[in-house]
Structure formats: structure tokens, C-alpha cells
């Protein structure tokens, strides 16, 4: 896989990631030192391959159910048959036929325009780093994404994907049990407890809003009134 191909899975394969994670700066940190030197060696177009990057980052942002910009305009679209707001589940599933029309017509594109060319010494590099195992770790991504729009259930979705996606890397060498969870210097360490922190910031936020939204709510009924 190189070239124009190669920018088109990188798209498709971030569209996932974000839309797992949620965050779209959070991806591109993530995703932009592990794909974008693979593209330039594999002679992907640098400028298309970033764009690709960046606008899958963005996808997934937007449709993501633990994205606080899905959460947040779930909280604040009512029902128009119905009292309530809007589920969070239901809101990424309105939402998915759309996206996935954009995006299949975005892949195509970033398909006939990412050929660039290779750099002298590509192939010595890539001989050397390349671990093809480790796209595994798309699976339970996937599979995450699957319960959470047919069960519209993110909490059971979320823990389903952290349990698989765990067994998955310890299966495959991927991982250590260091890396899950561990103590260093007497402080935890390891993705759970990295994660429970990283995701204190969007806690935070959503909190915040939800607050902001009473107070306007109840500046309404008092208006009425």
C-alpha cells in the first residue's frame, strides 16, 4: 500500500481513531508521527497527506459519542414529538449517514489525489520500523464504534472496547501489562490512569456547559413567568 492508497487508508484509519477518542487535537497529536513519515516514505502527496489527517481528526470529532461537541449539542437539541433532549446515541446515529457519505466521497478523492513521490533511502527506513501487527489495534476500535450505535449505549461500548482492545495488545505483543497499569516512583502509571486524567479536561467542560445551560434555562422560566 503507497501512494494515493496509502493517504486514503490513513483517512479512513483516523476518521476511526477520532471517532473513538473523541478529540480531534488529541488524534493529531496521536496520528500525526506515526502516519505522516510513513506517507512521505510510502510517496504519498505531504500536503494532501496531512490534509487527510487533519480532516479525519475532525470527523470523528463531530461525530464521536464521547466527544464533548456531541454531548453538548445532544444536550441542547429537544425533542420535537416528545419532551427531552436529544440521547447522545441517537444524535451519533441521525448523524452517521451523513458522515459516512462525506467521508466515502473524501476517501475516493484523497485516493486520486495523494501519489507524491519517495525520498532517497525510503525503503532502508521502512525495512527497519514497519510492525504491520499493530493495525490489529483497529479491531476493537471498530467494534467499540458498532455497540455504541446499535446499543446507544456509550458506557457499555467504551468499557467493551477498553477490555478487548486490552486483550488484543497483550495478545499480540503490543502491549505490557506495565503499559495497562502500573506504579512508578510510588505514583500510578499506565493507560487507565492516563486516561482518567486526560479525560478530567472534557469532564470539566461538559460539566461547565450542562451549569451554564441551568442558569439560562432558568433565566427563561422566570422570564415567562
Not at 4 to 24: E, H, K, Q, R
Not at 65 to 75: E, H, L, N, R, V
Not at 131 to 150: E, H, T
Not at 206 to 218: E, R
Amino acid at each position: 500500500m503507497y501512494g494515493g492508497l496509502f493517504t486514503a487508508f490513513t483517512f479512513l484509519a483516523v476518521c476511526v481513531i477520532s471517532t473513538a477518542t473523541g478529540s480531534s487535537i488529541g488524534t493529531m497529536f496521536t496520528c500525526f508521527p506515526i502516519f505522516y513519515p510513513a506517507g512521505v516514505l510510502l510517496r504519498s502527496d505531504p500536503a494532501i497527506l496531512a490534509g487527510a489527517l487533519v480532516s479525519a481528526s475532525i470527523f470523528g470529532d463531530n461525530l464521536a459519542p464521547i466527544s464533548d461537541t456531541t454531548i453538548i449539542s445532544a444536550g441542547t437539541q429537544e425533542y420535537t414529538k416528545k419532551d427531552g433532549f436529544a440521547e447522545v446515541g441517537g444524535c451519533v446515529a441521525s448523524r452517521l449517514k451523513y458522515s459516512l457519505v462525506a467521508g466515502a466521497i473524501s476517501f475516493v478523492l484523497f485516493w486520486i489525489r495523494g501519489r507524491g513521490t519517495a525520498g532517497d533511502g525510503a525503503s532502508d527506513i521502512l525495512a527497519k520500523n514497519m510492525n504491520p501487527n499493530s493495525l490489529v489495534m483497529l479491531v476493537p476500535v471498530v467494534v467499540m464504534l458498532i455497540i455504541a450505535i446499535k446499543t446507544r449505549n456509550i458506557y457499555k461500548a467504551i468499557t467493551i472496547g477498553i477490555i478487548l482492545g486490552t486483550i488484543t495488545g497483550l495478545a499480540f505483543h503490543l502491549l505490557t501489562f506495565d503499559n495497562v497499569i502500573s506504579v512508578k516512583d510510588g505514583a500510578p502509571k499506565g493507560f487507565l490512569t492516563g486516561g482518567i486524567s486526560s479525560m478530567m479536561v472534557t469532564v470539566t467542560l461538559v460539566i461547565s456547559v450542562y451549569g451554564i445551560m441551568g442558569v439560562c434555562l432558568a433565566v427563561r422560566e422566570c422570564l415567562k413567568k
